[in-house]
């Protein structure tokens, strides 16, 4: 792991240091103080991106690190887009460069362009953070629609809200939280499922940003599976947490929900990341279930309904994909995952996969609104 982020950290570093040479160095600039106070400001938001890491700043809290850690991470959203804008204008450079190899190589010609196409990047990147910053603050609820023959004529209608990938932690806090609670609640949903990614970095530090789910409210209860986030820190600490707060936690296992005397089974499964206890165990979860009966999945990663194909899983719930979360991400998306958002059939499986209600890393989202999916079961 260390030798990894040694790895990514020197990829960032490398790609900060050709972000400043393409705006402050190849447009040359008459003024001296240009390129220094470029790279004064580079640094600057290298180093608050970290925070949203936890590089440093364990002496202030949370709170006193956010705008810190918000700031770090949205120039860390903003670099996709000055990489996708200024890679072409240096490649234009070099043809420049080639091209005109007899008469000093078009020494004024690539100065000419990039003293504007280099800017011109940076501003196109800028707005494009601002807008998915704004986007990304403001959650959507978003309506589908899945039927099976085998769901009992009494939870015909059964409105599930599907609650993943908030993320909160450095970048996000109770406040965001919170507002996804009252979205929730404010659809009266039936029953609550949280597919995983509540969280970002430790419990000690981060528990207070996740306490506004003790507000949830569902006449058939409030229920949570893992991520993958919660597995890669502390995860035995969170899973307390999560319970504290009053959520049902699956670990693994099946429930049954009864309604007008009939029942299904809600079963939830650990991330594909987890090991040891808390790896999936596929088995264990949908122990005793009826295979002829209605089952609903709660997984956190939309593939993982690959692994319960032909075990009689009606329907999924699944998030982690973030939709993409910047666009052109979601194509890269599709490598990884069955789908990117929606519903779509898995397998044998119907999977409704939420684009998420936060962000990770930037609280950045663009062509990827996050969204509170409100699924409706119906008896086909």
Same mark, same amino acid.
């Given at each position: 792991?260390?030798?990894?982020?040694?790895?990514?950290?020197?990829?960032?570093?490398?790609?900060?240091?050709?972000?400043?040479?393409?705006?402050?160095?190849?447009?040359?600039?008459?003024?001296?103080? $240009?390129?220094?106070?470029?790279?004064?400001?580079?640094?600057?938001?290298?180093?608050?991106?970290?925070?949203?890491?936890?590089?440093?700043?364990?002496?202030?809290?949370?709170?006193?690190?956010?705008?810190?850690?918000?700031?770090?991470?949205?120039?860390?959203?903003?670099?996709?887009?000055?990489?996708?804008?200024?890679?072409?204008?240096?490649?234009?450079?070099?043809?420049?460069?080639?091209?005109?190899?007899?008469?000093?190589?078009?020494?004024?010609?690539?100065?000419?362009?990039?003293?504007?196409?280099?800017?011109?990047?940076?501003?196109?990147?800028?707005?494009?953070?601002?807008?998915?910053?704004?986007?990304?603050?403001?959650?959507?609820?978003?309506?589908?629609? $899945?039927?099976?023959?085998?769901?009992?004529?009494?939870?015909?209608?059964?409105?599930?809200?599907?609650?993943?990938?908030?993320?909160?932690?450095?970048?996000?806090?109770?406040?965001?939280?919170?507002?996804? $609670?009252?979205?929730?609640?404010?659809?009266?949903?039936?029953?609550?499922?949280?597919?995983?990614?509540?969280?970002?970095?430790?419990?000690?530090?981060?528990?207070?940003?996740?306490?506004?789910?003790?507000?949830?409210?569902?006449?058939?209860?409030?229920?949570?599976?893992?991520?993958?986030?919660?597995?890669?820190?502390?995860?035995?600490?969170?899973?307390?947490?999560?319970?504290?707060?009053?959520?049902?936690?699956?670990?693994?296992?099946?429930?049954?929900?009864?309604?007008?005397?009939?029942?299904?089974?809600?079963?939830?499964?650990?991330?594909?990341?987890?090991?040891?206890?808390?790896?999936?165990?596929?088995?264990?979860?949908?122990?005793?279930?009826?295979?002829?009966?209605?089952?609903?999945?709660?997984?956190?990663?939309?593939?993982?309904?690959?692994?319960?194909?032909?075990?009689?899983?009606?329907?999924?719930?699944?998030?982690?994909?973030?939709?993409?979360?910047?666009?052109?991400?979601?194509?890269?998306?599709?490598?990884?995952?069955?789908?990117?958002?929606?519903?779509?059939?898995?397998?044998?499986?119907?999977? $409704?996969?939420?684009?998420?209600?936060?962000?990770?890393?930037?609280?950045?989202?663009?062509?990827?609104?996050?969204?509170?999916?409100?699924?409706?079961?119906?008896?086909?």
């Amino acid at each position: 792991m260390t030798v990894f982020i040694v790895v990514v950290l020197g990829v960032f570093a490398a790609f900060v240091g050709f972000v400043w040479h393409r705006l402050a160095l190849a447009p040359a600039w008459r003024a001296r103080w $240009v390129p220094f106070a470029i790279g004064v400001v580079l640094l600057a938001l290298a180093a608050a991106m970290l925070a949203g890491f936890d590089v440093w700043g364990g002496q202030w809290s949370p709170a006193q690190m956010r705008p810190v850690a918000w700031t770090g991470q949205a120039f860390l959203a903003a670099c996709l887009y000055l990489f996708l804008g200024l890679v072409p204008v240096w490649l234009l450079s070099i043809v420049i460069w080639f091209v005109r190899w007899r008469a000093d190589h078009g020494r004024e010609g690539r100065r000419a362009l990039n003293r504007f196409a280099s800017p011109a990047v940076a501003i196109v990147a800028a707005a494009l953070t601002a807008y998915g910053a704004i986007v990304a603050a403001q959650p959507i609820v978003t309506e589908y629609e $899945v039927s099976s023959p085998q769901l009992p004529a009494e939870f015909d209608g059964t409105r599930v809200a599907l609650v993943t990938d908030i993320h909160a932690g450095a970048v996000r806090g109770a406040d965001f939280t919170q507002l996804v $609670v009252d979205l929730v609640n404010a659809e009266r949903p039936d029953l609550i499922v949280i597919a995983g990614d509540l969280v970002d970095g430790r419990a000690d530090r981060y528990a207070a940003e996740i306490a506004p789910l003790r507000d949830l409210q569902a006449p058939l209860g409030v229920f949570a599976t893992t991520g993958n986030h919660e597995m890669y820190r502390d995860t035995a600490n969170w899973v307390r947490t999560f319970e504290a707060d009053g959520l049902t936690v699956l670990a693994n296992e099946s429930v049954p929900i009864t309604r007008g005397g009939s029942t299904i089974t809600l079963a939830g499964v650990h991330d594909s990341e987890g090991t040891g206890v808390f790896a999936p165990d596929y088995d264990a979860t949908l122990d005793g279930t009826d295979p002829a009966a209605f089952t609903l999945l709660s997984a956190h990663q939309p593939r993982q309904a690959l692994e319960v194909e032909g075990r009689g899983v009606d329907v999924q719930l699944s998030g982690h994909t973030h939709g993409g979360q910047q666009w052109p991400l979601n194509y890269l998306v599709k490598l990884q995952q069955p789908m990117v958002d929606g519903v779509a059939t898995v397998g044998d499986t119907t999977v $409704v996969t939420s684009r998420g209600a936060g962000a990770w890393g930037p609280a950045v989202r663009v062509g990827a609104d996050p969204e509170i999916p409100i699924v409706t079961l119906r008896r086909s």
